[in-house]
């Protein structure tokens, strides 16, 4: 499975942003996909995930103004596309953005995408 994240860049407090991340490969068995980010000095954290049927799990920091959601063009219920929406901005969300996957027992991470929130 490979990853790829994309969205990020400088925004201003109070703004939106949309990420993007896209799986290829042995999507078919993905069961997890989800955003984690790391801020300069911090450990990597949990943002939010969706599971292959729907179901969403949210970091207390963002719920409210986080939406985890998957790309529908195809009918079917595999995961390949997820995005990751977030208003309402704040400078403590700025981090490197991972998207990452989980097939089986095998966790798969993308490269990362930087968002800059500025005050």
Do not use: H
């Not at 911090?42 to 790309?71: F, H, P, Q």
């Amino acid at each position: 499975v490979q990853l790829q994240a994309s969205g990020g860049g400088l925004v201003q407090a109070g703004e939106s942003l949309r990420l993007s991340c896209a799986a290829s490969g042995a999507i078919f068995s993905i069961s997890v996909m989800g955003w984690y980010r790391q801020a300069p000095g911090k450990e990597r954290e949990l943002v939010a995930t969706m599971s292959k049927y729907g179901s969403t799990n949210y970091a207390d920091s963002v719920k409210g103004r986080c939406t985890i959601s998957k790309d529908n063009a195809r009918a079917t219920v595999d995961l390949q596309k997820v995005y990751l929406q977030i208003d309402s901005l704040k400078p403590e969300d700025t981090a490197v953005y991972y998207c990452k996957a989980q097939r089986w027992e095998d966790d798969y991470w993308g490269q990362g995408t930087l968002v800059t929130v500025s005050s």
